[in-house]
Every structure is written in structure tokens, then in C-alpha cells.
């Protein structure tokens, strides 16, 4: 397809270039996991909702931050899927990506193992308001159990449909000047829709966030259809959407040096 239609499925990065994006995403992946599953540590029952929401929040924040202009700190494959339906990064790039998330999170949930006492992280279930919630282990994805599957299924699309469309609304070429604090939009972005979701779902909006304690604690319970599914086919439809309906072609260059875009794709084609 030509112009603003235009899938972009080869590029000119070097092999180190490409390391050095699979690098980025293993240690952007690999930070939140760690700091955001630690934050769902406690001594006794469940920390606070609030307290979950805000450590997940603020970990995306510190992730982007450190990795933004290296490999654009996508963290998740639903970005990296949404900024490939853009165009903004080539199809040759998505294993890159994904990859180094994947390992990202295995490395970090596996670091939260190594400093916790296993009676901290361990399986077992508790009764909370009269309901026995079912916990495999420590951030451990699972649905509601007044939820049907199928709640669960919606849950995790629609609030990671949004997220999709908050990535597609900073990486629009119309918002190249108001770039001055995306880590801290991203951070806020993902604790208002885990305080929103989390009672349903768990709000993970990430399929390798889900993927490393389901991997390391053994359960795969509503896991590919609610943790991977879901949150894949919303990033899609997301970014379709937008490119569909909003996204229209770059303005024309000034003079200026563009500032470089966290979350993007970071790589010339």
C-alpha cells in the first residue's frame, strides 16, 4: 500500500542496532515486572488496590524513562503490535520486540522470587468480603470468580483498547511538540486503568506481564484467551481505528529538531 497506508515490513537497521532495541526491551520489560509484581508483595492477605495500581503506574514511568529513546519502551507487545499497524515500526521488528519483553519478564518476575521468602509468594487462597479468591502465587493473573470468562475476556480488551489509543494519540505527528512529560502520562495512564480493572481482571494489559508468573507459578488457568487474546486484539483494533478514522499524514518538517518520542518506535526505516 502506498502513502499514509503504507505497512512498512523490512528496514535498514544494522544487527547491532537490533540488539540494542532487544536489549532496551529486555531491561525496560524486566523493570516493570520486577517493580510493579514486588509492589503486590505483603506480609499478610493483598496490599491495597491503590498501592498495586500506583507501583505498576510508576514502574511504566521509570521504564520509559530510562529506555524511551533507546528502543522506545514499548514493554508490551500490545504496543509493539499497535505501533506496527501504525506504520511506525516494520514488520521485521515485532520478534525484537517481542522477545526482549518476554525475557524482560521472565528476568523480572524471576528477580522478585530470588529476594522474597517463598511463604510470601507461595500458592494458596483467602477469603476477603465473603469471597475465596484463588491465589496461585504472587501476581499471578486470574478473573474475578463472580465473572464469567467472557467478563473477563471484555475486561482486559476494553481497557487495554484504551491504552492502545493513548499510544496512538502520543506517537500522532500533531502532538511532536507536547512530548515534555510522556513518561509521566504513560505512568498516570496505566495506574487510572489498573484502579478501573483491577477488581475484574487484574488489569494486566500485557500478555508477557501475565505470561512470566503464570510460567513460574504453574497456573494457566483462562490464560491465552483473557491474558494474550484480549489484550493482542485490542492493541490491533486500537491502532486500525485511529489510523482509520484520525491519523493523518506528517506535517511538513521545520527546521527544528524534532524531540525525540519515548514509547515510539526510535528506528528509521
Known amino acids: 500500500m502506498a502513502g499514509r497506508w503504507k505497512v512498512k515490513v523490512t528496514d535498514n537497521l544494522t544487527l547491532a542496532e537490533r540488539l540494542t532495541v532487544f536489549a532496551g526491551e529486555v531491561g525496560g520489560t524486566a523493570i516493570l515486572v520486577f517493580l510493579g509484581c514486588t509492589g503486590c508483595v505483603a506480609s499478610k492477605g493483598i496490599p491495597p488496590h491503590l498501592q498495586i495500581s500506583l507501583t505498576f503506574g510508576l514502574a511504566v514511568m521509570v ?8 528502543s522506545g519502551s514499548h514493554i508490551n507487545p500490545i504496543v509493539t503490535v499497535a505501533a506496527a499497524t501504525l506504520g511506525n515500526i516494520s514488520l521485521i ?8 519483553q518476554l525475557l524482560g519478564a521472565i528476568l523480572g518476575y524471576g528477580c522478585l522470587l530470588a529476594i522474597t521468602p517463598q511463604h510470601y509468594v507461595q500458592s494458596g487462597s483467602q477469603e476477603i468480603n465473603g469471597i ?33 489509543l493513548v499510544c ?36 494486566n494489559m500485557n500478555p508477557v506481564r501475565s505470561f512470566a508468573p503464570a510460567l513460574l507459578n504453574g497456573d494457566w488457568e483462562n490464560h491465552w484467551v483473557v491474558y494474550w487474546i484480549a489484550p493482542l486484539l485490542a492493541g490491533f ?33
Open 132 to 164: 475465596v479468591m484463588k491465589n496461585p502465587g504472587v501476581c499471578s493473573p486470574g478473573i474475578h470468580p463472580e465473572i464469567t470468562v467472557f467478563q473477563g475476556f471484555l475486561a482486559e480488551f476494553l481497557i487495554t483498547f484504551i491504552l492502545a
Open 93 to 100: 521488528q515485532i520478534p525484537v520486540y517481542f522477545f526482549g
Open 168 to 203: 496512538c494519540g502520543v506517537w500522532d505527528a500533531r502532538n511532536a511538540d507536547k512530548h515534555d512529560s510522556v513518561s509521566i502520562r504513560f505512568g498516570l495512564t496505566i495506574a487510572v486503568l489498573a484502579m478501573a480493572g483491577g477488581q475484574y481482571t487484574g488489569a
Open 237 to 269: 483494533l486500537g491502532a486500525l481505528i485511529y489510523r482509520i478514522l484520525f491519523q493523518k499524514p506528517a506535517p511538513a518538517k521545520s527546521e527544528e529538531i524534532a524531540e525525540v518520542i519515548p514509547l515510539n518506535d526510535n528506528n528509521k526505516a
Open 63 to 70: 521504564a520509559v524513562q530510562i529506555f524511551g529513546h533507546i
